[in-house]
């Protein structure tokens, strides 16, 4: 009983930092710190390797090979971070292996009276592989996740794919994307009950604007999610700008209005669902940061290494 207790505190928690209603919730967290910069919702933008995590068909506006790696500081002592590598095979397609780990950290594990019983720990990973090819203007994508979560020495897997097509405009610089995300199931459940996975059906939009060195990102998430009125489907949604200020430099801002609503506590203006980035490249390197801020609750901070291969 003490153990299955745990394991929904835990699994509540993970609701709460990922804002969903299923398990595995971790695999909705932006793990790129230029999605997180931008707003999240990165499905639409091209040309970086992590969007093998949010729109496999992006994989295919990738012209060379990449690698990228990053880390996510979360709320209290939870720790993201990320891995991916990425392969062109010329007329072939491309391709993508990476993965995504949580780690919630340590606890004190007591029984009903308080007495130290010892601790444990709780994780969750997902191993991803991607495949996309295209055909003319339309990039299309699938991905595969083997997804395993350990809590208070309880253990799950489920599997899952993520399906993604992208129409891109050239001449108007004009990217639309939409994804249907984690579409799985549990194969091991955690106690008895099987649950849910976060599945998800996005939208967006990318444009380059043509007299301002500026990129414009529009999206909207959970477009599947049961809602009272079709106007309220129009509130989940992100906004965010990439503004290229040199050859090396590129200053990000976004608005993501769902963490806006889940998070902000108090009427007064401040900055909650508002997040700030910067990108720097040098060579065949780039460096990646992000703000997000969450209010009075915490700001988030978020690091992200890509090289060109």
């Known amino acids: 009983m003490i153990r299955y207790t745990l394991i929904l505190i835990i699994l509540n928690f993970s609701l709460l930092i990922a804002g969903g209603n299923s398990t595995y919730e971790f695999l909705r967290l932006d793990v790129s710190p230029r999605a997180s910069a931008l707003g999240g919702n990165f499905i639409a933008m091209v040309d970086d390797p992590t969007l093998l995590f949010y729109n496999p068909a992006g994989l295919s506006t990738l012209k060379n090979s990449y690698a990228s790696v990053g880390f996510f500081k979360h709320l209290i002592d939870i720790n993201l971070g990320y891995g991916v590598y990425t392969l062109n095979l010329k007329n072939l397609g491309n391709i993508g292996i990476g993965f995504i780990y949580?780690?919630?950290?340590?606890?004190?594990?007591?029984?009903?009276?308080?007495?130290?019983?010892?601790?444990?720990?709780?994780?969750?990973?997902?191993?991803?592989?991607?495949?996309?090819?295209?055909?003319?203007?339309?990039?299309?994508?699938?991905?595969?996740?083997?997804?395993?979560?350990?809590?208070?020495?309880?253990?799950?897997?489920?599997?899952?794919?993520?399906?993604?097509?992208?129409?891109?405009?050239?001449?108007?610089?004009?990217?639309?994307?939409?994804?249907?995300?984690?579409?799985?199931?549990?194969?091991?459940?955690?106690?008895?009950?099987?649950?849910?996975?976060p599945f998800e059906v996005k939208f967006a939009i990318s444009k380059k604007l043509e007299h301002l060195p500026l990129l414009l990102n529009i999206g909207l998430s959970k477009i599947n999610e049961p809602t009272q009125?079709?106007?309220?489907?129009?509130?989940?949604?992100?906004?965010?700008?990439?503004?290229?200020?040199?050859?090396?430099?590129?200053?990000?801002?976004?608005?993501?209005?769902?963490?806006?609503?889940?998070?902000?506590?108090?009427?007064?203006?401040?900055?909650?669902g508002f997040s700030f980035g910067i990108g720097l490249k040098i060579q065949n390197y780039r460096f990646d940061y992000s703000l997000i801020s969450l209010g009075k609750i915490a700001s988030l901070h978020q690091i992200g290494l890509t090289i060109k291969i």
């Open 102 to 197: 949580i780690n919630y950290g340590n606890f004190n594990q007591t029984d009903r009276y308080g007495n130290q019983l010892g601790s444990f720990s709780a994780g969750e990973i997902a191993i991803i592989g991607g495949f996309s090819r295209e055909y003319e203007r339309l990039k299309y994508g699938i991905s595969s996740k083997l997804i395993y979560s350990s809590i208070a020495g309880a253990r799950s897997i489920a599997v899952a794919i993520d399906i993604g097509g992208m129409y891109v405009i050239e001449e108007k610089n004009l990217n639309i994307s939409l994804t249907l995300n984690n579409i799985g199931t549990q194969l091991n459940s955690y106690i008895s009950l099987k649950e849910n996975l």
């Open 229 to 272: 009125k079709i106007q309220d489907k129009f509130k989940n949604f992100t906004i965010g700008g990439e503004f290229n200020i040199s050859e090396n430099i590129d200053f990000r801002f976004g608005y993501n209005n769902e963490r806006r609503r889940e998070m902000k506590i108090t009427p007064a203006l401040d900055l909650t």
